[in-house]
Protein backbone atom coordinates (compact mmCIF):
# COMPACT_ATOMS: atom_id res chain seq x y z
CA UNK A 1 0.00 0.00 0.00
CA UNK A 2 1.20 3.44 -0.94
CA UNK A 3 1.51 6.23 1.41
CA UNK A 4 -1.42 8.44 -0.03
CA UNK A 5 -3.38 5.51 -0.50
CA UNK A 6 -3.23 4.82 3.39
CA UNK A 7 -4.05 8.79 4.36
CA UNK A 8 -6.75 8.25 2.24
CA UNK A 9 -8.39 5.27 2.83
CA UNK A 10 -7.71 5.54 7.13
CA UNK A 11 -11.41 6.71 8.89
CA UNK A 12 -12.27 6.30 12.44
CA UNK A 13 -14.04 3.23 12.80
CA UNK A 14 -16.65 3.00 15.38
CA UNK A 15 -17.67 -0.84 15.24
CA UNK A 16 -14.91 -3.67 15.24
CA UNK A 17 -16.03 -7.76 14.33
CA UNK A 18 -15.26 -9.42 17.32
CA UNK A 19 -12.23 -10.82 15.68
CA UNK A 20 -8.71 -11.15 17.72
CA UNK A 21 -5.51 -9.74 16.86
CA UNK A 22 -2.10 -10.97 18.16
CA UNK A 23 -0.02 -9.07 20.84
CA UNK A 24 3.09 -9.72 18.28
CA UNK A 25 0.91 -7.73 15.59
CA UNK A 26 0.33 -4.67 17.83
CA UNK A 27 4.03 -4.74 18.86
CA UNK A 28 5.52 -4.62 15.59
CA UNK A 29 3.18 -1.70 14.71
CA UNK A 30 4.21 0.26 17.62
CA UNK A 31 8.08 -0.64 16.74
CA UNK A 32 7.41 1.14 13.25
CA UNK A 33 5.20 3.77 14.87
CA UNK A 34 8.03 5.09 16.36
CA UNK A 35 10.05 5.69 13.64
CA UNK A 36 7.74 9.20 14.03
CA UNK A 37 9.39 12.21 14.15
CA UNK A 38 9.84 14.15 16.96
CA UNK A 39 11.05 17.16 18.44
CA UNK A 40 14.43 16.65 19.47
CA UNK A 41 14.06 13.13 19.32
CA UNK A 42 12.35 12.92 22.49
CA UNK A 43 9.75 9.71 21.75
CA UNK A 44 7.99 11.56 24.22
CA UNK A 45 5.24 8.91 23.79
CA UNK A 46 4.47 6.37 26.50
CA UNK A 47 2.36 3.66 25.61
CA UNK A 48 0.01 0.68 27.80
CA UNK A 49 -1.75 -1.74 25.48
CA UNK A 50 -4.69 -4.09 25.88
CA UNK A 51 -5.70 -6.93 24.83
CA UNK A 52 -7.96 -10.42 24.55
CA UNK A 53 -7.80 -11.18 27.89
CA UNK A 54 -6.63 -7.99 29.42
CA UNK A 55 -9.64 -5.57 27.65
CA UNK A 56 -11.81 -8.67 29.11
CA UNK A 57 -10.60 -7.79 32.50
CA UNK A 58 -9.89 -4.13 31.74
CA UNK A 59 -13.58 -3.85 30.45
CA UNK A 60 -14.78 -5.96 33.71
CA UNK A 61 -12.78 -3.23 35.97
CA UNK A 62 -14.28 0.16 34.36
CA UNK A 63 -17.82 -1.59 34.67
CA UNK A 64 -17.03 -1.85 38.43
CA UNK A 65 -15.21 1.54 39.03
CA UNK A 66 -17.98 3.84 40.92
CA UNK A 67 -15.99 6.81 41.62
CA UNK A 68 -16.68 10.16 40.09
CA UNK A 69 -13.12 10.81 37.81
CA UNK A 70 -11.78 14.38 36.91
CA UNK A 71 -10.74 15.28 33.26
CA UNK A 72 -7.16 15.30 32.57
CA UNK A 73 -7.60 18.47 30.32
CA UNK A 74 -10.14 20.15 28.48
CA UNK A 75 -10.76 18.32 25.14
CA UNK A 76 -11.87 21.98 23.14
CA UNK A 77 -11.46 25.10 23.86
CA UNK A 78 -13.65 26.74 25.85
CA UNK A 79 -15.74 29.17 23.59
CA UNK A 80 -14.46 27.03 20.58
CA UNK A 81 -14.14 30.14 17.36
CA UNK A 82 -15.26 28.86 13.67
CA UNK A 83 -14.41 27.89 11.84
CA UNK A 84 -13.69 24.96 14.25
CA UNK A 85 -17.02 25.47 16.02
CA UNK A 86 -19.00 24.13 13.09
CA UNK A 87 -16.37 21.55 12.39
CA UNK A 88 -17.20 20.12 15.30
CA UNK A 89 -20.67 20.39 15.51
CA UNK A 90 -21.71 18.78 11.72
CA UNK A 91 -19.20 15.79 12.35
CA UNK A 92 -21.45 15.03 15.90
CA UNK A 93 -24.78 15.92 13.41
CA UNK A 94 -23.42 13.48 10.23
CA UNK A 95 -22.62 10.84 12.55
CA UNK A 96 -26.05 11.27 14.31
CA UNK A 97 -28.48 11.22 11.48
CA UNK A 98 -26.31 8.48 9.63
CA UNK A 99 -27.73 6.61 12.72
CA UNK A 100 -31.31 8.12 12.74
CA UNK A 101 -30.27 9.91 15.94
CA UNK A 102 -32.52 13.37 16.45
CA UNK A 103 -31.33 16.11 17.95
CA UNK A 104 -33.39 16.00 20.59
CA UNK A 105 -32.89 12.06 21.55
CA UNK A 106 -29.78 12.54 24.12
CA UNK A 107 -30.34 9.28 25.23
CA UNK A 108 -29.48 7.62 22.18
CA UNK A 109 -26.60 10.21 21.53
CA UNK A 110 -25.49 9.25 25.48
CA UNK A 111 -25.76 5.56 24.39
CA UNK A 112 -23.65 6.17 21.03
CA UNK A 113 -21.29 8.24 22.87
CA UNK A 114 -20.82 5.57 25.78
CA UNK A 115 -19.32 3.32 22.92
CA UNK A 116 -16.62 5.06 23.27
CA UNK A 117 -15.74 3.22 26.73
CA UNK A 118 -16.13 -0.33 25.69
CA UNK A 119 -13.28 0.79 22.33
CA UNK A 120 -16.56 0.33 20.27
CA UNK A 121 -16.14 -3.31 20.52
CA UNK A 122 -12.92 -3.99 19.67
CA UNK A 123 -10.72 -6.49 20.74
CA UNK A 124 -7.38 -4.67 21.29
CA UNK A 125 -6.64 -1.15 22.23
CA UNK A 126 -3.81 1.13 23.78
CA UNK A 127 -3.75 4.35 25.81
CA UNK A 128 -0.95 6.74 25.01
CA UNK A 129 0.32 8.87 28.24
CA UNK A 130 2.97 11.73 28.11
CA UNK A 131 4.98 13.01 31.25
CA UNK A 132 3.26 15.55 33.10
CA UNK A 133 6.38 17.34 32.51
CA UNK A 134 6.16 17.81 28.65
CA UNK A 135 4.19 20.73 27.00
CA UNK A 136 2.66 21.51 23.48
CA UNK A 137 5.82 20.97 21.65
CA UNK A 138 6.06 17.29 22.81
CA UNK A 139 2.04 16.70 22.64
CA UNK A 140 2.58 17.77 18.74
CA UNK A 141 4.91 14.76 18.80
CA UNK A 142 2.43 12.89 20.37
CA UNK A 143 0.07 13.29 17.47
CA UNK A 144 2.65 11.98 14.84
CA UNK A 145 3.14 8.65 16.49
CA UNK A 146 -0.14 8.28 16.55
CA UNK A 147 -1.11 9.26 12.58
CA UNK A 148 1.86 7.26 12.11
CA UNK A 149 0.26 3.86 13.53
CA UNK A 150 -3.15 4.74 11.89
CA UNK A 151 -1.59 4.57 8.60
CA UNK A 152 0.49 1.44 9.52
CA UNK A 153 -2.39 -0.43 11.20
CA UNK A 154 -4.44 0.87 7.88
CA UNK A 155 -1.58 -1.16 5.34
CA UNK A 156 -2.12 -3.88 8.38
CA UNK A 157 -5.67 -4.49 7.35
CA UNK A 158 -6.50 -3.35 11.06
CA UNK A 159 -8.46 -0.06 11.56
CA UNK A 160 -8.92 2.27 14.48
CA UNK A 161 -10.55 5.27 16.40
CA UNK A 162 -8.09 7.56 18.70
CA UNK A 163 -10.13 8.50 21.25
CA UNK A 164 -9.88 11.40 23.40
CA UNK A 165 -12.70 10.35 25.42
CA UNK A 166 -10.48 8.19 27.69
CA UNK A 167 -9.35 11.40 29.23
CA UNK A 168 -12.46 11.63 31.06
CA UNK A 169 -11.52 8.68 32.83
CA UNK A 170 -7.80 8.87 33.66
CA UNK A 171 -8.37 7.67 37.22
CA UNK A 172 -9.62 4.47 36.32
CA UNK A 173 -7.40 4.11 33.14
CA UNK A 174 -4.03 4.84 35.38
CA UNK A 175 -5.36 2.53 37.71
CA UNK A 176 -5.97 -0.75 35.68
CA UNK A 177 -2.68 -0.42 33.45
CA UNK A 178 -0.65 0.63 37.03
CA UNK A 179 0.78 3.62 34.99
CA UNK A 180 3.59 6.15 36.62
CA UNK A 181 2.58 8.94 38.28
CA UNK A 182 4.37 10.98 36.40
CA UNK A 183 2.44 10.46 33.25
CA UNK A 184 -0.32 11.81 32.16
CA UNK A 185 -3.76 10.41 29.74
CA UNK A 186 -3.71 11.53 26.49
CA UNK A 187 -6.15 9.25 24.64
CA UNK A 188 -6.72 5.67 23.96
CA UNK A 189 -6.86 3.79 20.50
CA UNK A 190 -9.10 1.37 19.46
CA UNK A 191 -7.48 -1.24 17.15
CA UNK A 192 -9.37 -3.70 15.20
CA UNK A 193 -11.01 -4.93 12.00
CA UNK A 194 -13.35 -2.90 10.96
CA UNK A 195 -17.50 -4.24 11.15
CA UNK A 196 -18.53 -3.51 7.12
CA UNK A 197 -21.99 -3.99 7.97
CA UNK A 198 -21.95 -1.39 10.92
CA UNK A 199 -23.72 2.19 9.89
CA UNK A 200 -21.75 4.04 11.88
CA UNK A 201 -18.81 3.19 9.69
CA UNK A 202 -20.32 4.31 6.85
CA UNK A 203 -19.31 8.08 7.60
CA UNK A 204 -17.17 10.36 5.57
CA UNK A 205 -15.74 13.19 7.28
CA UNK A 206 -15.31 16.51 5.43
CA UNK A 207 -12.17 18.56 5.06
CA UNK A 208 -12.54 22.53 5.07
CA UNK A 209 -10.81 23.68 1.46
CA UNK A 210 -7.60 24.43 1.57
CA UNK A 211 -7.77 27.98 0.86
CA UNK A 212 -9.39 28.71 3.62
CA UNK A 213 -6.42 26.97 5.99
CA UNK A 214 -3.11 27.52 3.62
CA UNK A 215 -1.76 30.22 1.79
CA UNK A 216 0.85 30.74 -0.08
CA UNK A 217 2.94 34.26 0.12
C1 LIG B 1 -6.48 12.75 19.00
C2 LIG B 1 -7.83 12.34 18.53
C3 LIG B 1 -8.82 12.02 19.44
C4 LIG B 1 -10.08 11.60 19.02
N1 LIG B 1 -11.02 11.25 19.96
C5 LIG B 1 -12.18 10.68 19.56
C6 LIG B 1 -13.08 10.14 20.52
O1 LIG B 1 -12.87 10.23 21.73
N2 LIG B 1 -14.20 9.53 20.07
C7 LIG B 1 -14.48 9.42 18.74
O2 LIG B 1 -15.51 8.83 18.40
N3 LIG B 1 -13.64 9.93 17.80
C8 LIG B 1 -12.50 10.53 18.18
N4 LIG B 1 -11.60 11.00 17.24
C9 LIG B 1 -11.90 10.84 15.81
C10 LIG B 1 -12.27 12.16 15.12
O3 LIG B 1 -13.60 12.49 15.40
C11 LIG B 1 -12.03 11.98 13.63
O4 LIG B 1 -10.65 11.80 13.40
C12 LIG B 1 -12.50 13.16 12.78
O5 LIG B 1 -13.88 13.34 12.90
C13 LIG B 1 -12.15 12.94 11.29
O6 LIG B 1 -12.69 11.73 10.83
P1 LIG B 1 -11.81 10.55 10.25
O7 LIG B 1 -10.83 10.14 11.32
O8 LIG B 1 -12.77 9.45 9.95
O9 LIG B 1 -11.09 11.06 9.06
C14 LIG B 1 -10.36 11.48 17.64
C15 LIG B 1 -9.36 11.82 16.72
C16 LIG B 1 -8.12 12.25 17.14
C17 LIG B 1 -7.07 12.58 16.13
Redesign the pocket.
Known sequence: MKVSEAVES???I?AFLDKPIENSTIEALLEKSARAASGGNLQPWRISVINNESMDKFLEFQKNWTDPETPEYD?YPKGLKEPYKTSRFK?GMDMYSLLGIGREDHEARTNQMLE?FIF?GAPAAFFCFVDKQMGKPQWSDL?MF??TFMLLAQEEGLST??????SMKPESVKEFCNTEEDLML???MSIGYEDKDAKVNQ???ERRPLEEWASFI
Open positions: RRSRIVNFGLQCAQEAWFCGLRT
